[in-house]
């Protein structure tokens, strides 16, 4: 099993730094990071690299539907992309 965690439905003006706090409720986060399009924008995507297995799905199961900036994110295997 991968670390590393697609996520979906961010809103645009989510940050990395954001998405990385958000994710620190769950365990030590090693990267995130939103994709952004050419105009600085969030595409809506990003991915997660959480320390552990253990704190992958513990990621998954206590922030998977919560919201971020007024979004409800989800979350989903790094290995899903749109």
Do not use: R
Not at 52 to 73: F, P, Q, R, W, Y
């Amino acid at each position: 099993m991968t670390n590393k965690l697609y996520i979906d439905n961010l809103a645009h003006g989510v940050t990395s730094k954001e998405l990385e706090k958000h994710f620190a409720k769950a365990g030590k986060v090693i990267s995130a990071k939103v994709i952004i399009d050419n105009k600085g924008l969030g595409k809506g995507y990003g991915f997660v690299e959480m320390n552990s297995n253990e704190e992958t799905v513990k990621a998954k199961v206590m922030l998977n539907h919560t919201e971020i900036d007024g979004k409800k994110i989800e979350i989903k295997d790094e290995k899903y992309q749109p």
